[in-house]
């Protein structure tokens, strides 16, 4: 188990004259699992990185590569999904470590306000995951490397300092950088024109997804003064907002099928996995309009993003 830098060195010589100076004895296996058992550590520093967010910038990765004309070598996949992972996973640290004051309010079960880890391996663990995406970027296509190394590193680093708090502007920014995730695969492959659809659905989905959790988060963002637009605008001005995002995504996810980019399968697969749960979410919003009813919707749409790339992944079987 980790422990904050702060307390460490006290509390150790502190215990150790304790020890020495008390007229009764602890029993030998007192402070036995914090030292020896690193299971904790592991299982908080794995639920900070987000698994699930990981296995979606994965499953990202391998769509790009299914829709190639031709599947990609292993040699390209595995380096691909490795940026992805580490960059998106460095990022997730990074926002708890920044969002700490925050999440004391907002999410006060996350590793590090929970004292699951100390705050500083929210930083340490960012630092060694960027570095390690940007290592195997380096090595990849010169176009997949600008855009890893010039374009999704720099924003996924000043997202949280600076971009986070700027109202909307922040929820496009994380957006663009979704959607670089195909474009960043497509270069990486050597085709990125085949993937500037699925980055622009990718994209829509999450400046809507980004928008309702701005809206579950408002009283900590309020108390911390991160000006969002539920914060500046009000709660009621992000749901008029939000509603007319999922209007603009549902007619935006049919215009591959309109445009005859993808075919049937894709639009039928669209329709069960995608326009369907977005109209739940526009319905849920209008009987919720509170911060609780975005934080269900942020949910729904979480899941609703894997049938998203499931119907880019089914067009290919079009004819």
């Not at 190639?68 to 926002?95: H, L, R, S, T």
């Not at 590793?111 to 500083?120: D, F, I, Q, Y």
């Not at 603009?248 to 996810?253: E, H, N, T």
Request: with cysteine.
């Amino acid at each position: 188990m980790f422990v904050d830098g702060a307390e460490s060195g006290g509390s150790y010589f502190y215990l150790k004259n304790s020890l020495k100076c008390s007229s009764y004895i602890l029993p030998a296996d007192a402070f036995t699992p914090a030292l020896t058992s690193p299971m904790p550590s592991l299982i908080a520093a794995l639920k900070m990185l987000r698994p699930l967010n990981l296995l979606l910038g994965a499953l990202a990765v391998l769509i790009s590569a299914a829709l190639m004309p031709a599947w990609p070598a292993w040699g390209a996949i595995g380096p691909a999904m490795i940026v992805v992972a580490a960059f998106n996973a460095g990022a997730n640290a990074m926002n708890d470590w920044f969002d700490y004051p925050i999440d004391k309010v907002n999410r006060p079960h996350r590793p590090l306000v929970s004292g699951a880890l100390p705050r500083r391996a929210g930083l340490a663990l960012a630092v060694v995951l960027f570095a390690i995406g940007a290592l195997v970027a380096a090595r990849l296509p010169v176009p997949a490397r600008n855009i890893a190394l010039y374009l999704a590193l720099p924003a996924l680093v000043l997202y949280t300092p600076l971009f986070k708090g700027l109202p909307l502007l922040g929820n496009f920014m994380v957006a663009g950088i979704m959607g670089l995730t195909f474009l960043f695969a497509g270069a990486a492959f050597g085709n990125l024109a085949a993937l500037w659809i699925p980055a622009g659905l990718a994209a829509g989905f999450n400046v809507l997804r980004e928008l309702v959790k701005d809206i579950q988060d408002v009283d900590g963002d309020s108390r911390e003064g991160v000006g969002t637009f539920p914060v500046r605008f009000g709660v009621p001005a992000a749901i008029k907002v939000a509603l007319a995002e999922t209007l603009l995504l549902m007619f935006g996810c049919l215009l591959p099928y309109i445009s005859g980019a993808y075919g049937t399968t894709y639009l039928i697969t669209l329709i069960v996995g995608v326009e369907l749960p977005l109209t739940y979410s526009f319905h849920y919003l209008v009987k919720h309009p509170n911060p609780a009813g975005g934080g269900w919707v942020a949910k729904v749409l979480k899941v609703d993003i894997f049938a998203g790339l499931l119907a880019v992944y089914l067009s290919k079987f079009d004819v």
